[in-house]
């Protein structure tokens, strides 16, 4: 356990030192900080961590493919379907890997940014992983309209799993 509260800021998005995404996360690094939080951003795999970042970041997250498929299939139901299925799988291994040591204690949090059906359903399979009684609150920011959550299969699925 660490001696103060913790706030993840999960931006899969966050890839560059310019930006709203950087600008976005430094705002929200900073509150938390001034309010008593150990705070850490957790940010896409090629974004330059250390001295150059204006906050504490992991590289974590891996490039979704399905946020930007290739022109070939973007035309195609049955390969963006694929793409889907893959991203969720990449997202929530990235999550696990992210948080397989993380000791967690009351009031931590963990914010998850831009959030898409995909990403959503593996936030839910990840918390469901969390030690019973000790899991962080988890709160995250939706991309998108209700409706593209609904009507998402890994989600719904996701959220039967959940509900049980």
Not at 84 to 112: C, M, T
């Amino acid at each position: 356990m660490t001696s103060c509260r913790q706030l993840f800021l999960a931006d899969q998005c966050l890839s560059a030192l310019n930006g709203h995404h950087l600008f976005y996360n430094r705002a929200l690094s900073e509150a938390a900080t001034e309010a008593g939080f150990q705070t850490t951003v957790l940010a896409r795999r090629d974004f330059p961590t250390g001295q150059l970042a204006p906050f504490a970041a992991r590289a974590v997250f891996r490039k979704d493919w399905r946020s930007a498929p290739p022109p070939r299939a973007a035309g195609s139901r049955l390969l963006l379907d694929a793409l889907d299925r893959i991203s969720f799988h990449r997202f929530y291994s990235d999550l696990k890997s992210a948080f397989q040591k993380a000791e967690w204690n009351p009031g931590d949090l963990v914010f998850g940014q831009m959030i898409t059906p995909r990403h959503l359903a593996a936030w839910l399979e990840w918390i469901t992983t969390c030690p019973a009684g000790r899991a962080p609150m988890l709160a995250v920011h939706v991309a998108y309209d209700p409706s593209r959550y609904s009507a998402h299969k890994i989600f719904r699925r996701a959220m039967e799993k959940f509900d049980k």
